[in-house]
């Protein structure tokens, strides 16, 4: 349920129900995936990539939003540079010192991958972000965790599911005092040649945080864009070209490896014609393809029983542009893969002005890079060396980016129906024309609203929620089952966003916590008798009782605070248990001393007190009952004027006689409360010294 607040800044931030989603990165944009979450106190990053299409500080996200000793997790859904590439940067520059959480898969390949990108990278000192050695030291701060394998790290509980975009990619679902949020960083909900597609969770999400690279776009059938890919390499080979496949290390790569060398072996003629993977990170990417074989789909499990599937028999491995006799017609699938620098670009240099040569951009590209600038057909190219070239080769766009198309994304939303959906990861324009589709799929369902969102690189996107709390009786109180109307009497321990009921005497057993006592003792200045301070204690509380401490003159008030009188030190010492209830009580009883010291009349009282007089006694008994009952309904007679008798209109009577303090009355209320009055009156005026 959702509900919004207002002086929200007024309420402590473990105790609001605002939920702010803020993309540092990857708002309205491809690039540089960044997304900080902050809930009931907790604040999350979920990924932390950088922009493909940008050099230096320019490429990472908005770091300086934030204050990273105060994030109390990081999580990484998947290894493409977009989405840790800034990971190094940020565990070396920042203050963070939690741990980084991501699969298995993902940390074998992202120590290649990003080690791939400082060696390549054509960046002056100054630009680069960090060193091989900040990118091995990050590596000790990563733990990694299974899919489905529920984690909690400081009250966060977390898991993974399978995304399909990537080997070893995953959708992270995290929960907060209840509420759940699933980010699904990159995924595809479409099996291809060796990866699963992406898991509909079986728990459905409050906040679904999901990419829109494709917006509305709607993907090709898979198997007439494999036979485009294929046809178009043919008939550039055909021509006796070369042809140009830009690709990133790991991901893609190895899904049209296995499409290029099943088409090989299908065709005999091209045999002769060679195939290369130009990339430093071959044999390593292979290696830990083959370890994760369990992480594929079932095809390739089935095939590994036979043959390993990445044992490729027309395709060769090309480490560097120096092992590589460029004669004749060719093949080369080399990195990275929007062209920004390395072999791929280095290639792409040398067989641009050829018209019978050809480039495939096979993935997504991200404005401001020269794949995405190629594929507007420009009539010449700026070089790394800032130099112009001619484009005359083939420029086609076939896509194999593992990224949802717009069926994907509705299908994956109508499953789950998460009452919010946040896009990123998105261009501005894609994402838009997604979030007018979605809306408008549902604006006819009355019984499903939904709310989305797209918000720009920085802008936060507030959610409010209201949970009811829920708490768990534990230890002794638990031992019999509870029935009707049944109140139950413990200490509310709170750890995270967990309730627990419990004894006090339980503590030590379900949590690091002890009981203790704290005997509170304080001194006050008091040089007046005993009785004046009972009188008007009487008058407070009505629960006041005479008894000694240490041979003392002592009362004990409201039956848990002890006043101890010291007539020859002129004080009196207050001693109670500590505790809200009685640390009031003490405080009353000091304000009643405060009070009597402060007026100069109790010393005529003490006077009268002390002589004990019968006749001053029943002139104030008189007084009183006249106060009581109305003087004209109080009579005083006898011989030495120690009766009275006290008639109401309403009949009913009672006769008191002070000699013996005996009260005589039909009505059992009325004679109960002469008695009482006469009680209170008598303890009060008398010497402490004659009630012992």
């Not at 679904?208 to 007439?224: N, Q, V």
């Not at 040569?357 to 790394?384: D, F, Q």
């Not at 990123?424 to 369902?445: I, P």
């Amino acid at each position: 349920m959702t509900d919004k607040r207002k002086n929200e800044s007024q309420i402590p931030e473990e105790e609001t129900d605002r939920l702010i989603i803020r993309p540092l990165g990857a708002g309205q944009e491809v690039g540089r995936s960044c997304i900080m979450l902050e809930f009931k106190g907790k604040k999350i990053m979920l990924d932390c990539g950088i922009h493909p299409g940008r050099d230096g500080l320019d490429a990472l996200p908005f770091f300086d939003m934030i204050d990273p000793e105060e994030i109390d997790l990081l999580l990484i859904s998947h290894f493409h540079l977009d989405h840790c590439g800034a990971l190094p940067y940020f565990l070396k520059t920042s203050n963070y010192r939690g741990q980084v959480y991501m699969t298995h898969a993902t940390k074998a390949i992202y120590r290649w991958l990003l080690n791939d990108y400082v060696r390549v990278s054509n960046l002056t000192q100054e630009k680069m972000l960090y060193t091989e050695a900040d990118l091995i030291e990050s590596m000790d701060r990563i733990e990694t965790v299974n899919f489905h394998q529920e984690s909690e790290v400081n009250g966060i509980k977390f898991w993974c599911y399978n995304a399909g975009h990537v080997l070893g990619a995953a959708m992270i679902m995290l929960e907060i005092a209840g509420v759940k949020v699933l980010y699904t960083g990159d995924f595809s909900r479409q099996e291809d040649r060796h990866l699963m597609s992406a898991e509909i969770p079986s728990i459905k999400p409050d906040v679904l945080i999901t990419e829109s690279t494709y917006g509305t776009h709607i993907h090709e059938k898979r198997e007439e864009r494999e036979k485009r890919f294929t046809s178009t390499i043919h008939d550039i080979v055909n021509r006796g070209g070369r042809c140009l496949i830009p690709v990133f290390a790991l991901g893609r790569a190895q899904e049209l490896l296995l499409i290029l060398d099943e088409y090989w072996a299908n065709h005999p003629e091209l045999h002769d014609i060679p195939v290369y993977y130009a990339s430093a990170l071959a044999k390593k990417c292979m290696s830990v393809y083959q370890t994760y074989i369990n992480a594929m789909n079932d095809k390739i499990k089935r095939q590994i029983n036979i043959s390993n599937p990445f044992v490729f028999k027309h395709i060769s491995n090309l480490k560097d542009i120096d092992h590589f006799d460029d004669v004749g017609p060719s093949v080369i699938m080399a990195s990275p893969g929007m062209l920004q620098s390395g072999l791929s670009r280095e290639l792409f240099e040398n067989w641009c002005t050829e018209r019978r040569n050809g480039v495939i951009i096979s993935g997504y590209s991200v404005e401001g890079t020269l794949a995405k600038n190629i594929m507007s057909s420009p009539e010449e190219i700026n070089t790394m060396t800032g130099q112009k070239l001619p484009l005359k080769m083939s420029v086609d766009y076939i896509s194999f980016s593992a990224h949802t198309d717009y069926e994907q994304t509705s299908e994956f939303i109508r499953i789950l129906k998460p009452p919010h959906v946040v896009l990123v990861h998105g261009e501005a324009n894609e994402m838009a024309r997604l979030k007018a589709a979605v809306l408008r799929e549902y604006e006819d369902d009355p019984d499903y609203h939904i709310q989305v969102h797209n918000p720009r690189i920085t802008q936060a996107v507030e959610l409010y929620f209201r949970g009811e709390k829920m708490a768990k009786v534990m230890g002794s109180l638990a031992v019999k089952a509870p029935t009707h109307s049944h109140k139950i009497s413990g200490v509310l321990v709170k750890r995270n966003f967990n309730y627990h009921i419990m004894s006090p005497n339980d503590l030590s057993d379900y949590t690091d916590l002890k009981v203790s006592t704290i005997s509170q003792r304080m001194s006050v200045s008091y040089d007046a008798p005993l009785s004046l301070l009972t009188h008007y204690l009487m008058q407070l509380s009505g629960q006041v009782e005479y008894t000694t401490v240490s041979d003392k003159p002592a009362l004990k008030v409201f039956g848990n605070v002890t006043v101890v009188h010291e007539p020859q030190k002129a004080m009196v010492i207050l001693e109670w248990t500590a505790n809200a209830v009685n640390d009031m009580y003490a405080d009353a009883i000091i304000a009643v001393l405060t009070k009597i010291s402060s007026d100069g009349k109790y010393k005529a009282v003490k006077g009268s007190a002390e002589k004990n007089d019968p006749v001053i006694f029943s002139e104030r008994i008189g007084k009183l009952l006249g106060d009581m009952f109305g003087p004209k309904n109080v009579t005083c007679f006898g011989p030495n004027m120690t009766n009275y008798v006290i008639n109401l209109e309403s009949g009913k009577s009672a006769v008191l006689d002070l000699e013996t303090m005996d009260v005589q009355s039909e009505d059992s209320a009325m004679r109960e409360l002469v008695e009482n009055c006469c009680k209170r009156l008598q303890d009060a005026i008398e010497p402490a010294s004659s009630k012992r």
